[in-house]
């Protein structure tokens, strides 16, 4: 059973930054394994922000692209989504990711709270 756990969201103004961090339980570095990150907004449905393969293949939605970068860090078990140039419509629950490409099997994170407000 794979735990992740998000940090690093909170209330930041337009234009600001922040970096979340999601730690895992289990060693991330395994070809099978690809990790994301998620967002949820109010009445809307989740949504993909960006994930990273083993290989360190990414992928951004448009909404981010050139705003928000993933990275990981194998020896720490730990992947980060920087999030620069905020705006209020990145306001979301942010969830970690691990999607299993083998078996197609999903771990989530509990998530963390984004809020971009003046």
């Known amino acids: 059973q794979v735990q992740l756990v998000e940090s690093g969201g909170g209330l930041v103004q337009p234009g600001g930054s922040l970096r979340l961090s999601c730690a895992a339980s289990?060693?991330?570095?395994?070809?099978?394994?690809?990790m994301g990150w998620y967002r949820q907004a109010p009445g809307k449905q989740r949504e993909l922000v960006a994930d990273?393969?083993?290989?360190?293949?990414?992928t951004y939605a448009d909404s981010v692209k050139g705003r928000f970068t993933i990275s990981r860090d194998n020896a720490k078990n730990t992947v980060y989504l920087q999030m620069n140039s905020l705006k209020p419509e990145d306001t979301a629950v942010y969830y970690c990711?691990?999607?299993?490409?083998?078996?197609?099997?999903?771990?989530w994170g509990q998530g963390t709270q984004v809020t971009v407000s003046s």
């Open positions: 990273i393969t083993t290989g360190e293949t990414t």
């Open positions: 990711n691990q999607r299993n490409l083998r078996t197609n099997y999903d771990y």
């Open positions: 289990g060693s991330i570095f395994n070809i099978y394994y690809v």
